[in-house]
């Protein structure tokens, strides 16, 4: 008992219910995972609904992916990507104790999160400008289905393409948002010092966050975007 | 962590360039008429990239914690339940 009792005296990080930090790092981790289970199951239900009606109303839908910009999507599929590492590098300077690189990707992080939700703002707006959002002011006439050259998509079909496109595409960037509160967080601790290779359980569960909000994006990218492509 | 750290530095970046070929073969892939395999094709591909983001990123592989792990696999288990359930419904029914 006195060797735990000196342990947590020394560490300022480890809270009284737990016995040493790793158990205390193994049960974020659990709630972490946990949390990302119910997400799994929260965007599940929206999978879902996309795969019902992409059955259904495939060559409608085939249409409406095409208006879509792939290389925009592309794009912002490859800043992801290059948040992911960033987030990873920083999860890696923090356990090596390195305040500078963990500062620096946590940064660079940041910058790429916000160049993800720009390049989503672009796209809306030429939603908008289209008139492909739901609502009354949408219009989807004259769209042909994609290899059927005499035939027109249906827009109420088409309709429920953008309205799931917007749903699931918004519930992501509303993911980001939250996510970038998370790092801009972890930034302000880490140019505390905060973080030491002792004690960094904050920033490797917010990087399980904001790579679990990747995974996300990597099916979206081909389930809205790549649905009848080929000419 | 790994005792190497110069080790996961360069598994970091080949990942990382791993994720963005499978990119861009996704992309190029969708610009091919495969019929029905298209989907099949885009899937695999967004599995795959997802499947490197979670052993490697995540440091789901390696992971000392077997309750993290039950928790992963109960999760994709339940997802499953409610895709196929579902779809077993509205593929057997006539789509009006």
Request: charged share 10%.
């Amino acid at each position: 008992m006195p060797d735990s009792q000196l342990t947590a005296a020394h560490n300022p990080a480890l809270l009284h219910h737990f016995a040493e930090p790793q158990q205390q790092r193994d049960a974020a981790s659990l709630g972490t995972w946990v949390f990302l289970g119910t997400e799994i199951m929260f965007f599940g239900g929206l999978f879902c609904t996309y795969l019902v009606y992409r059955r259904g109303y495939f060559g409608d839908w085939g249409a409406a992916s095409k208006t879509l910009d792939v290389t925009l999507g592309a794009t912002n599929t490859a800043v992801l990507i290059c948040s992911s590492l960033t987030v990873v590098l920083a999860v890696w300077a923090a356990q090596t104790g390195r305040r500078r690189l963990l500062i620096g990707n946590l940064l660079a992080t940041l910058v790429l999160g916000t160049a993800f939700l720009g390049i989503k703002g672009i796209e809306y707006k030429e939603k908008f400008e289209k008139h492909h959002v739901p609502g009354a002011s949408f219009q989807f006439n004259n769209v042909m289905i994609p290899g059927h050259p005499d035939q027109y998509a249906n827009p109420s079909h088409a309709e429920i393409f953008f309205a799931l496109y917007f749903v699931m595409t918004g519930l992501h960037a509303l993911h980001m948002i939250v996510g970038i509160g998370i790092f801009i967080w972890l930034t302000v601790m880490a140019w505390k010092g905060r973080f030491t290779p002792e004690y960094n359980t904050p920033v490797e569960m917010g990087g399980l966050y904001w790579h679990f909000v990747d995974i996300i994006w990597i099916y979206l990218f081909p389930l809205l975007y790549l649905i009848d492509r080929h000419p | 962590m790994s005792a190497h750290p110069s080790s996961s530095l360069k598994l970091y970046f080949g990942i990382w360039i791993t994720l963005l070929a499978c990119t861009g073969l996704t992309v190029w892939a969708a610009s091919l008429d495969l019929g029905r395999f298209n989907a099949a094709v885009a899937l695999t591909i967004a599995t795959f990239k997802a499947i490197l983001v979670a052993l490697f990123f995540m440091h789901l592989k390696g992971a000392s914690e077997k309750l993290s792990k039950l928790v992963v696999v109960a999760s994709l288990f339940f997802l499953l339940i409610l895709l196929a359930l579902s779809m077993s419904d509205y593929a057997t029914r006539t789509w009006t």
